[in-house]
């Protein structure tokens, strides 16, 4: 034989010991045996393990399945179970098996594995790696089990039919993978801590069973996509943050079980869901469903859906035409949940934002400055008795509905400041109308922006934000790093780029009349058709006419108004209403009568100082040159003998500040990546205003998240305009100042060095504000070690490497 031959010879024996070696089975058996305790009484190691209480072999002794629910087992599975090449079913479920769960890769026949009710301590995040034809896994009430999210890479597992994890821990967003696993059922979240939207893939996708209640912050966004889902019988959403309406679902044939209650969802119940044709349980209530109480079949198991709803009537039956009329308009916007709250019962006059005359109809609608997103609704001409309509300040796309020009007692109608595009309808000259602000009126962008008569997209809970809005679906660190371009990327269009040309705003003189007897109550110079001036005047007007001598009102519209006026609003200055304390005061929440909610800052001249009172002209003096959405509105102010209020527009979110850096001790949900781009984008704009497209242009000194207010929908506001400054002239001329003025941290350092107060001192402070949004931390935190204490010197260190500033971005549960 020659050395070839015999060299094969022993290679090929070599081969055949080591298969053999390998398809023994029974050496991984033993080791499980020992690693797991209390097991049935045949488990022995002088039997056969194929014999073996709960083991299934195929005729060459290999191990096929493993079938151990409910046998009472504690212990932990050994990692070896990876070499029982041939196991096609592991069923543990219900015992008390603790450690981590091994990898199953190697397993290519694995088809079901069942891990429910034990004491599981982790799950690798590879551990469906190479589990290509598993079709069925259950790791349901693992309560122990180390925090993990959903993997993108589970689109591999083509075959996958039911996914069980309810009560296991998991957290962050829920992949858009769906489109890929084509043969799921059974999805089943429950009870973990999942957040963010809904993908957009679980439309049209094979999903059955959907079970996806009682997050612990809650999953949030609208319901859109359940319509898409042709071949769901059961969807259980309860117990979250969904908001928006529920849609048609009547292209879901087969849905049987419906859980909607404990939401946030609004608008009318839809005819279709009432009309589904297998429907048989459901539950609605703990939200703010508007409009009529919806008639179910008598068939149908339903909840006392009336509690907790916002139905006008308590009983099925049509609702007032005026509180139709209304609640049309409402879903043109998405149905925001501040109007839900707030719109309840029957009668429309006694709504917020809405005012009525003596017989009843509608006279007024003021939904100025209120952040609605959405599009202007054809149905206000239903409205006839309608005289003034405010729809200023706000985000309304599309167009304005050439309906409203048929309104017999229209007098004013301002929708300033909004993005709205289309021509401009032509109204009769006894109507006031003004639509400064809207850069692309006259022009046709309907293939971006939508038409005029569409219904709203945003939700009042959403920052205007779209439902068509973009979900990540790759892992969190391509989240983070497309974040962070987008934000350097706004950095640089905003403060490098600037427009060619600014908006100029025309002061008017107008009359404020009131509504019912048309006499004048003060005249106003207001920019920008801006209806402060209105609201707060008939405010005083709605006190009685003794506060009338108190009043007036200066340039830009604000109104000096009474210190009486000021106490009533805010309870006496009541200690339960205290938002907030400062250097120079206290801020009160307060309350009109038509449910406005204002911040009233009271100062006492002796506390303030001359530093103080320089600030409290400053903000009357810069908030009435500049109005901007992004800029938060003064409405007001008082000087009451030693005492200096200012009035303001109420930001219901408090600051950046909070949400940023103590939102664990508020108990309240960290800020998404959306919602930081959202902020940033704000500020960014506000700040640019400031710059370039405002009458003259100025610099705040002391932009910091303290001093950036959140709206009910996350949207940011840039306030506390005391230390504001004129940026220098057309020559090139500084302000040189002896002392400076800010807060350390955000100091850019040539003003530091110079004390020259331009532009670049905005520039700096709002890149450390990026930052803060970026990593989660302080600009300043003595509590870090001295190099990481000051965070621009150590951001810079970090952006040496793209690993590192992924590791640096804040990892609170926010993506």
């Known amino acids: 034989m020659s050395y070839h031959s015999r060299h094969f010879l022993q290679l090929t024996i070599t081969l055949l010991f080591l298969t053999a070696v390998k398809s023994d089975d029974g050496a991984v058996m033993t080791k ?22 709960g083991i299934t072999c195929d005729s060459s002794k290999r191990v096929t399945v493993i079938s151990l629910a409910d046998k009472k087992l504690s212990g932990t599975l050994v990692p070896d179970l990876n070499e029982l090449s041939q196991l096609k079913t592991l069923a543990v479920q219900r015992n008390s098996i603790s450690g981590e769960v091994p990898i199953l890769s190697s397993l290519g026949n694995l088809q079901k594995v069942l891990l429910d009710s034990n004491n599981f301590t982790s799950l690798p995040s590879n551990f469906f790696a190479g589990l290509t034809i598993l079709k069925v896994f259950t790791v349901s009430d693992n309560i122990n089990l180390a925090p993990w999210g959903l993997p993108d890479y589970l689109t591999d597992v083509t075959n996958l039919q039911t996914f069980h994890a309810s009560n296991a821990n998991i957290v962050g967003t829920i992949p858009d993978i769906f489109s890929g696993l084509t043969n799921l059922q059974n999805l089943r979240l429950s009870y973990n801590n999942l957040t963010g939207e809904l993908p957009r893939s679980f ?13 612990k912050q809650g999953l949030s966004g609208t319901l859109d996509v359940v319509s898409l889902m042709l071949q769901v019988s059961q969807v259980w959403l309860q117990a979250n943050s969904f908001s928006g309406a529920i849609p048609d679902l009547s292209n879901c044939s087969t849905l049987f079980d419906l859980q909607l209650r404990d939401n946030q969802l609004t608008g009318l119940v839809p005819a279709s869901l009432v009309s589904l044709p297998k429907l048989a349980n459901i539950t609605l209530h703990n939200n703010k469903l508007q409009g009529p109480v919806p008639e179910f079949k008598s068939a149908v198991k339903v909840d006392k859906y009336q509690i907790k709803n916002s139905f006008c009537l308590s009983k099925p039956g049509p609702c007032d035409p005026q509180v139709s009329v209304l609640l049309d308009v409402a879903g043109a916007i998405g149905y925001p949940y501040s109007l839900a709250t707030s719109w309840t019962g029957n009668d429309a006059c006694k709504w917020n934002y809405v005012v009525c005359d003596n017989s009843n109809k509608v006279t007024i609608v003021n939904f100025a400055k209120h952040m609605f997103s959405g599009t ?5 001409a239903n409205l006839t ?53 809207n850069p692309n009126i006259g022009k046709d962008v309907s293939n971006t922006s939508g038409s005029g008569s569409g219904s709203g997209s945003g939700s009042g809970n959403a920052g205007g934000g779209s439902n068509g809005s973009k979900k990540g679906s790759s892992g969190s660190g391509m989240v983070i790093r497309i974040v962070i371009s987008v934000i350097f990327f706004v950095v640089i269009l905003l403060f490098f780029s600037y427009y060619c040309y600014a908006k100029k705003r025309n002061q ?30 008939t405010e005083l007007q709605s006190r009685g006419s003794s506060d009338h001598a108190a009043m007036h009102v200066f340039e830009g519209g604000n109104v000096n108004i009474s210190i009486d006026v000021l106490r009533q609003v805010t309870d006496n200055f009541s200690e339960e209403n205290i938002l907030g304390r400062g ?28 530093k103080g009172l320089k600030g409290f002209q400053a903000e009357i003096s810069v908030l009435t040159k500049v109005r901007h959405r992004h800029l938060v509105a003064l409405l007001g102010y008082c000087v009451n003998g030693n005492e200096r209020l200012l009035v303001y527009e109420y930001m219901p979110q408090g600051t950046l500040s909070q949400h940023l850096f103590e939102f664990r001790e508020l108990k309240t949900n960290p800020l998404s990546w959306k919602q930081r781009v959202s902020i940033a984008l704000d500020v960014g704009r506000g700040v640019e205003y400031l710059h370039s497209l405002a009458q003259q242009s100025f610099i705040h000194r ?3 998240p303290y001093n950036i207010l959140l709206g009910d929908d996350m949207r940011a506001k840039v306030a506390d305009f005391g230390l504001v400054k004129n940026a220098p002239d057309r020559d090139g001329k500084f302000s040189v100042e002896s002392r400076l003025a800010g807060t350390f941290g955000y100091l850019a350092p040539e003003y530091a060095a110079t004390g020259r107060v331009t532009t670049k001192v905005h520039v700096y ?8 949004l970026i990593t989660g931390r302080k600009a300043l935190d003595e509590t870090m070690p001295e190099d990481r204490s000051h965070l621009v010197a150590w951001f810079r260190k970090v952006l040496i490497s793209r690993e590192i500033l992924v590791k640096a971005t804040d990892q609170t549960n926010c993506l």
Not at 37 to 44: F, N
Not at 376 to 380: G, L
Not at 587 to 600: F, M, N, Q, R, S
Not at 765 to 772: I, K, R, S, T, Y
Request: net charge negative; hydrophobic share 35%.
């Open 203 to 215: 439309g049209g996708s094979s999903i059955q069973n959907l079970q996806l209640n009682n997050q």
């Open 583 to 610: 250097g120079f005061g206290v801020v009160y929440k307060g309350e009109l009568h038509d449910g406005t909610k204002i911040a009233v800052k009271r100062m006492e001249a002796g506390v303030m100082g001359t």
């Open 32 to 53: 499980l045996s020992t690693s797991l305790t209390q097991t049935p009484s045949s488990w022995s190691t002088n039997a056969d393990y194929c014999k073996w209480e």
């Open 376 to 380: 202007i609704s054809p149905a206000f």
């Open 765 to 772: 402070a709002f890149g450390v504000v990026l930052m803060e």
């Open 385 to 437: 008795s309608l005289r003034t309509l405010s729809l200023n300040d706000n985000n309304f796309v599309g167009t304005i509905p050439k309906e409203l020009t048929s309104l017999p007692n229209l007098q004013s109608l301002n929708v300033s400041n909004n993005d709205l595009s289309g021509d401009t309808p032509v109204f009769p000259p006894t109507v006031k109308f003004s639509f400064g602000g």
């Open 508 to 537: 008017k003189l107008v009359k404020v009349e009131d509504p019912e007897s048309g006499k004048e109550i003060v005249k106003a110079s207001v920019i920008g058709g801006s209806s402060n001036a209105y609201s707060v005047g």
């Open 702 to 704: 002391d932009l910091k």
